[in-house]
């Protein structure tokens, strides 16, 4: 058996699988396979895909970090948890396959705005009909911070890479109407952050 000490692990996926559960649990009712977008370590997936045995889950992220996402999932012994696909959000070509529901935590604010744009550009191939994208992570509102703590942590974030920081809800529901995509619902979470739901039209 694997040593579970030697497998990657981040804290924030461990305090906030939980409420993000409650929220995927009745999106993802009727849902057979999500592909999750840039898995990190492998705790969510592993863990939301325990939760919801009914789904099959498809991890993905780039190639750097695809050993820990194996590490978890074959700890967790789990059959619904498929191991690791590259997936750049910037490259020409994304893997060809469709799913009922993709899902992204902790990522936009990572990203640059090119490549959020170029995941949106890809996104409506990736889906099957009223499929659903479900991101997790802070936003702002009408140019605006939620909180003072956002705030800071957009400093650290620009700091750390000027091209990272926290997205602008309203330039995302644009991406996402020309992607063919309608806006469903908006989740508060704590600390300070959110899962934005859209659907495929």
């Known amino acids: 058996m694997q040593n579970t000490a030697a497998k990657p692990y ?18 993802f ?15 969510h997936a592993v863990y939301l895909a325990q939760q919801m045995p009914h789904l099959q889950w498809q991890t993905s992220d780039l190639p750097e970090n695809h050993d820990g ?36 935590a902790n990522s936009f604010h ?13 996104i409506a191939q990736q889906l099957k009909p009223q499929g659903l994208l479900v991101v997790y ?11 003072p703590s956002n705030q800071q942590f957009d400093a650290f974030l620009k700091n750390r890479d000027p091209k990272s920081g926290i997205k602008d809800f309203e330039w995302l529901n644009e991406l996402a109407t020309v992607a063919g995509l309608m806006f469903k619902q ?8 959110r899962i934005l739901c859209w659907q495929k039209l």
Not at 10 to 27: D, H, R
Not at 29 to 43: F, M, P, R, W, Y
Not at 78 to 99: F, G, K, M, T
Not at 110 to 122: G, R
């Open 110 to 122: 990572i990203m640059s705005q090119e490549n959020v744009s170029d995941l949106f550009a890809h």
């Open 137 to 147: 992570g802070p936003f702002n509102f009408k140019g605006e911070f939620t909180s």
């Open 186 to 193: 908006d989740f508060a979470m704590p600390q300070n952050n």
């Open 29 to 43: 009712a009727n849902k057979h396979s999500v592909l999750e977008i840039g898995s990190g370590t492998g705790q």
């Open 69 to 104: 996402i194996r590490l978890w999932i074959k700890d967790s012994g789990l059959q619904n948890v498929a191991e690791p696909i590259e997936l750049n959000v910037s490259a020409r070509q994304w893997p060809n396959c469709q799913y009922d529901a993709i899902f992204t």
């Open 10 to 27: 981040a804290p924030s996926s461990e305090e906030n699988k939980e409420v993000i559960l409650k929220v995927l649990s009745p999106l």
